[in-house]
């Protein structure tokens, strides 16, 4: 394989011994590259943008600058220049972390647990390098039931309106954090056609994955919960 073609890791944590078995699993691969380490936020920042990585493994707690910041940094600058913004893995040692949930929030893609399998990480790497953030997306709904309780609801978006309604079914369900097979049995679709609705509802919001999507839906208090919960009431014979 071509180091054109390689998948560009970079490295974001303040612990070197965990650098360092991070260093020899991406190294090990022949479909991955390290394209830096960096010790701290600050340095990642600066790393990103004069390495341009594919994918960017974010801790959450470091010195000098945290990964949100970083995250929220990296992100930015990209877009600002006119760059595809590389796709960003939290590090966190919680499942349920407020931090990697504000790290979501500023553009990264996922999270994935510190003293997750190595096999993990490296599918988690090739996944989210590939577009799909489905690894996380449950994950992701959970995370934001259980840290959004208490935040205000931003109003609907006008963007939003431009879904047609077979689209805004779709965008509920994949919000919720359904596979598109699950998608696809639930509405009597085929995988194929749930994969162009999902595209064309990304492309419409400007969102780059379904993470997200998780995001926006419940920022803007589009996740369903009333109809859920309207069905759960019908299904166990409750007229409340």
Same mark, same amino acid.
């Given at each position: 394989m071509s180091a054109a073609e390689r998948i560009r890791v970079l490295l974001v944590d303040d612990q070197a011994l965990f650098r360092a078995g991070v260093r020899m699993l991406v190294t090990s691969q022949p479909d991955l590259e390290l394209a830096g380490e960096a010790a701290n936020g600050a340095e990642g920042v600066q790393l990103a943008a004069e390495?341009?990585?594919? %994918? +960017?493994?974010?801790?959450?707690?470091?010195? %000098?600058?945290?990964?949100?910041?970083?995250?929220?940094?990296? +992100?930015?600058?990209?877009?600002?220049?006119?760059?595809?913004? /590389?796709?960003?893995? +939290?590090l966190t040692t919680f499942d349920l972390d407020e931090a990697a949930a504000r790290a979501i929030r500023g553009g990264a893609s996922g999270f %994935?647990?510190?003293?997750?399998? /190595?096999?993990?990480l490296l599918a988690a790497i090739r996944t989210v390098h590939a577009g799909s953030a489905v690894i996380a997306a449950g994950a992701t709904r959970e995370l934001f039931q259980y840290f959004s309780s208490s935040e205000p609801v931003k109003p609907q978006p006008p963007e939003f309106g431009n879904l047609t309604s077979r689209e805004r079914e779709i965008f509920v369900l994949a919000a919720r954090g359904l596979s598109n097979s699950e998608i696809a049995s639930t509405e009597f679709l085929s995988e194929a056609t749930v994969k162009t609705h999902i595209s064309r509802i990304l492309s419409k919001l400007g969102l780059r994955d379904r993470v997200q999507m998780v995001v926006y839906a419940f920022e803007h208090g589009l996740t369903g919960a009333d109809e859920e919960s309207s069905s759960r009431r019908r299904s166990d014979g409750s007229n409340a």
């Open positions: 390495t341009s990585p594919d %994918v +960017v493994l974010m801790d959450i707690r470091m010195p %000098v600058m945290d990964g949100i910041a970083a995250t929220t940094q990296i +992100v930015e600058n990209a877009t600002k220049e006119g760059r595809t913004p /590389p796709r960003i893995l +939290v %994935v647990l510190k003293d997750a399998e /190595p096999e993990f």
